[in-house]
């Protein structure tokens, strides 16, 4: 078992001569496959089995997910590609949609997120895109519990107890109720489109 860590350096002004450091660590634990639970086994066999009903004629790359909800079902989703890239979607949120449309009061305890080519699964685990990370906040933010993340590969799985140590400086619900927020705030929201529009106006601020 090997625990890999990341610094992530962010440097704020405050004032003309003084800087702000701030460290973020984040922490993986890297195991091997027999290293794992029979729980993240089964559900690390059902992303891997997910690969198969992935539909990616342009890409050729299949990824899949299974998530494993508070009441021990399990839920799969695999990346679905369109000629118009825009138009497709990725495993881990055909499969978050899912779950959280199908079962609305249930948390996701874990989600694990395998991947391969035409010939095999990838040899070094493949972290989910940026609107896929968004939508895991998202999920981990509506039921107030952390979601475990497994990512599979055929040489390690890395183990994240938690959205953050994939999205550790995120944007999430709070900042509509922070007081920092712009004075002139619109938020339209087209619920069958899922299309938002936000616009700031940023002629007022606060200290």
Same mark, same amino acid.
């Given at each position: #078992?090997?625990?890999?860590?990341?610094?992530?350096? =962010?440097?704020?002004? !405050?004032?003309?001569?003084?800087?702000?450091?701030?460290?973020?660590?984040?922490?993986?634990?890297?195991?091997? $496959? &027999?290293?794992?639970?029979?729980?993240?086994? %089964? =559900?690390?066999? @059902? @992303?891997? %089995?997910? *690969?198969?009903?992935? /539909?990616?004629p342009y890409s050729h790359f299949s990824v899949g997910a299974a998530a494993l909800l508070e009441n021990g079902v399990v839920v799969t989703g695999s990346n679905q590609?369109?000629?118009? +890239?825009?138009?497709?979607?990725?495993?881990?949120?055909?499969?978050?949609?899912? @779950? &959280?449309? !199908? /079962?609305?009061? !249930?948390?996701? %305890? *874990? =989600?694990?997120? @395998?991947?391969?080519?035409? !010939?095999?699964?990838?040899?070094?685990?493949?972290?989910?895109?940026?609107?896929?990370?968004?939508?895991?906040?998202?999920?981990?933010?509506?039921?107030?519990?952390? #979601?475990?993340?497994?990512?599979?590969?055929?040489?390690?799985? $890395?183990? #994240?107890?938690?959205?953050?140590?994939? =999205?550790?400086?995120?944007?999430?619900?709070? $900042?509509?109720?922070?007081?920092l927020i712009p004075s002139f705030f619109i938020k339209v929201t087209y619920a069958r *489109?899922?299309?938002?529009?936000?616009? +700031?106006?940023?002629?007022?601020? +606060?200290?």
């Amino acid at each position: #078992m090997e625990i890999k860590s990341k610094r992530l350096h =962010l440097h704020t002004n !405050q004032g003309l001569n003084t800087m702000k450091e701030i460290k973020l660590e984040i922490n993986i634990e890297a195991r091997n $496959y &027999n290293e794992l639970t029979e729980e993240d086994r %089964k =559900l690390v066999d @059902a @992303a891997c %089995k997910a *690969t198969q009903r992935s /539909y990616a004629p342009y890409s050729h790359f299949s990824v899949g997910a299974a998530a494993l909800l508070e009441n021990g079902v399990v839920v799969t989703g695999s990346n679905q590609e369109n000629a118009a +890239y825009p138009s497709g979607l990725c495993a881990e949120r055909t499969t978050l949609f899912y @779950a &959280n449309s !199908q /079962y609305p009061d !249930q948390a996701v %305890k *874990t =989600l694990a997120i @395998a991947a391969r080519t035409e !010939q095999d699964f990838l040899d070094t685990p493949i972290p989910p895109c940026g609107a896929c990370r968004q939508v895991l906040l998202e999920t981990e933010k509506r039921f107030g519990k952390p #979601m475990r993340i497994l990512l599979y590969s055929k040489s390690d799985i $890395y183990i #994240m107890e938690g959205v953050s140590a994939l =999205l550790p400086l995120s944007f999430d619900g709070d $900042y509509f109720n922070n007081e920092l927020i712009p004075s002139f705030f619109i938020k339209v929201t087209y619920a069958r *489109t899922g299309i938002c529009v936000r616009m +700031y106006s940023f002629i007022r601020t +606060y200290a």
